[in-house]
């Protein structure tokens, strides 16, 4: 089977076609490793479709589910789409879930845990139960058609006037996308994935996928600490995570004690960069970063030594990446070139216009799709930047009141901007530095105490972070600058 199936209720059996005698998942508990191999993962999964049907799911159902990342959220992501039902996946108790429940006609939701819900309509279901459930079944037998332009996934994002929206993801987008992602980073067989990723991110399910359609395992890691020493223990040749874990404390090797003073550990900025590759092992093809903006320094630094660090550019609309850069194709500073299913453009005030089969083309409000195309099927990103010659993308500002943070969490600088007007009384934008973290604008010169009222200042939202430097009587900006760049006369308020 080496084309991918007109009726999509068969692709799983085609991915799962790619594995021979290795295993499709690999997941390390404390105590003992799991491996689940082809002929166990299609068997679970349809028992799992089974009793879902048991349940009333039928084609076209929404299915939600706030349940940890393991090999067994794959079991009931395929259950759900064996059936022609719409997965709507979470990660977090966050405002995104907590619309959905009261907005969205959710027919089953699957929990690791007790959730509360007002919504009496809601069919809630343990994870642990409907697994030990579905045992007692035969699997599924379907016969359902799935077209790949029919519904699979629900994502919350955020639309350019910075509303929270739920967008639909056909099935069609991700296939491409996987395909298109794999021919750029030239998978090749036989290799282990590495998902440190929330599952429940379309960016992280869309790059699980491009790596399956080469028949790699997927591995998962049960903690985030260290990453580098997760990436080296697991032995992993690729990984997908977000900018910040890049920055994040090394543990320190045997062989290295005694160059870091003895320590377990290092910060990064104290360790030595040239030691990247030891941190990280060698088995370490390269790493994606994705999920929220890469800072270009940092991303020099680990190409520098050894250690490949691939960007792209992808928007929920865009079920992930819609650019990417691998071996083949690496421009500093770039966001790399977009993929062969994707056409991207900027109009007379710079924003970066993206078409093609790759992009979604509905959101999902009061139970109708509403089409967020423009006439000429360009969805508008809210992302100005330019693209050059050779068709690499550069982001470089931001239309939104909204955006990321390398953590891959969103914040909302609206009501903050509001706030830090009135306690500064001065124009301000707030924006990321080269750094990544707060940076704050303002357009006249701050008193002393201002500027110790800023270093106190805490901002809460998806997190909580502080304004770590400051540029100070300068015009504000139209456009919300990506990264602001040090031009030598900034102030840092926290180090």
Known sequence: MNKIPENLG????????????????????????????AEEYLQESRKIANLMQAYGIRKGSIVASFINP????????????????????????NIEFRHAIENIDISLLIVDFPVKTESPHIAIVRKQKLLSEAKKHNPAKTEIQIHPDDDAYIIYSFTRQSELCPYLISHRQLIDLAINAGKILKIDPGYTYLSLLPVAKVYE???????????WTIQYAMTTAFPSSIIHDSEAHATSLVPSLLTYPFRVPEKLRSKYNNRHSTIFQSADINDLRIFYGNKLKYLICGGAPLNATVESLYHQNNVPVFNGYGLTQSAGALS??????????????????ITTETDAN?????????????????HEKVNIL???????SGDTGRIDSDGYIYIEGNLRKIFKMPNGLFINVDKHEEHLRKLLDTEVMLCRNEEGNLHLLTNTILSDIKKEALRKTRLIDFAAYHIHSLSENISIPSSRPFFQKYSGQEIILRS
């Open 350 to 366: 710079n924003e970066i216009l993206v078409s093609g089969s790759g992009i979604s083309r509905y959101s999902y409000q009061d």
């Open 205 to 215: 399910r869309s790059s699980q996928l491009a790596h399956m359609m080469s028949g």
């Open 10 to 37: 068969q692709l799983p059996e085609f991915l799962l076609s790619k594995y021979k005698n290795t295993p499709v998942f690999k997941q390390k508990d404390v105590s003992e490793k799991h491996l689940i191999y």
């Open 324 to 341: 990417v850069s691998s071996f083949s194709f690496y421009k500093k500073g770039s966001a790399g070139k977009h993929l062969n299913n």
């Open 374 to 380: 423009d006439k000429n099927s360009f969805f508008h």
């Open 70 to 93: 393991s090999y067994e959220w794959n079991f009931v992501d395929t259950a759900i789409m064996m059936l022609g039902a719409i997965h709507m996946p979470f990660y977090e108790d």
